[in-house]
């Protein structure tokens, strides 16, 4: 079983930066993409970006060019920068990952298994 526990999530002026976390304490050893999921009040939850093991990504076209995703796959720990952002950025951060073979990263949210507690986001 793979728990996964998120960090990093503050209050932050719009335009400043901050870095997410996600450990996660049982690695599974198959190839499998992770991501970063978000959800506000009264929203859906929606894909950010995900990345594969390889460190190829896909991302939200409402973060491209602001947010860069990073995994450290020996340690296991999957990481969001988030720069220039913006008031509707404020969600709560959810860490997701997968458990079968995945290339590139996906943000189809039914492929993901395990799921973290998330960390919150406010822009303001």
């Known amino acids: 079983h793979v728990q996964l526990v998120e960090s990093g999530g503050d209050l932050v002026q719009p335009g400043g930066s901050l870095r997410l976390s996600c450990a996660s304490s049982?690695?599974?050893?198959?190839?499998?993409?992770m991501g970063w999921f978000r959800q506000a009040p009264g929203k859906e939850r929606e894909g950010v970006a995900s990345?594969?093991?390889?460190?190829?990504?896909t991302y939200a076209e409402f973060v491209q060019g602001r947010f860069t995703i990073s995994r450290d796959s020996a340690r296991n720990i999957l990481s969001l920068q988030m720069n220039d952002l913006k008031p509707e950025d404020s969600a709560m951060y959810y860490c997701?990952?997968?458990?079968?073979?995945?290339?590139?990263?996906?943000?189809?949210?039914?492929?993901?298994?395990?799921w973290g507690q998330g960390t919150q986001v406010t822009v303001s």
């Open positions: 997701a990952d997968g458990v079968s073979e995945c290339y590139g990263g996906t943000l189809w949210s039914p492929y993901y298994k395990y």
């Open positions: 049982e690695p599974v050893f198959s190839r499998r993409c």
């Open positions: 990345v594969d093991d390889s460190e190829r990504a």
